[in-house]
């Protein structure tokens, strides 16, 4: 059974930094796409960021570009988030999700999901 645990979320200030982690386990983590989605209180969950099997292909929310870099680590099983100049409105928890579709950002094609870290941005 795959299993995704994030972390290294918290509460920083605009114009902070955060790094966040999934770590992923049982299963074959070079096979999976890997992407990056958020929710925030009263809202549905958001596409964020992903990333290919192979590292060659990201792909960026909008209203992220710029400011986030996705990566990983298929040596460590690990998918990373780099979150710089962050704002309130990146406020949210931060779902990590794994694929072998296709898929990009709709949410319900993703087959595994973490548990989330929760992002704080204060202003």
């Known amino acids: 059974q795959v299993q995704l645990v994030e972390s290294g979320g918290g509460l920083v200030q605009a114009g902070d930094s955060l790094r966040l982690s999934c770590a992923v386990s049982?299963?074959?983590?070079?096979?999976?796409?890997m992407g990056w989605f958020r929710q925030a209180p009263g809202k549905e969950r958001e596409f964020v960021s992903r990333?290919?099997?192979?590292?060659?292909?990201?792909y960026y929310a909008d209203s992220v570009k710029g400011r986030f870099t996705i990566s990983r680590d298929n040596a460590k099983n690990t998918v990373y988030l780099q979150m710089d100049s962050l704002k309130p409105e990146d406020t949210a928890v931060y779902f990590c999700?794994?694929?072998?579709?296709?898929?990009?950002?709709?949410?319900?094609?993703?087959?595994?999901w973490g548990q989330g870290t929760q992002v704080t941005v204060s202003s």
């Open positions: 999700a794994a694929t072998r579709r296709t898929v990009v950002r709709d949410a319900v094609m993703y087959e595994y």
């Open positions: 049982g299963g074959t983590f070079a096979r999976y796409a």
């Open positions: 990333i290919s099997w192979t590292t060659s292909n990201t």
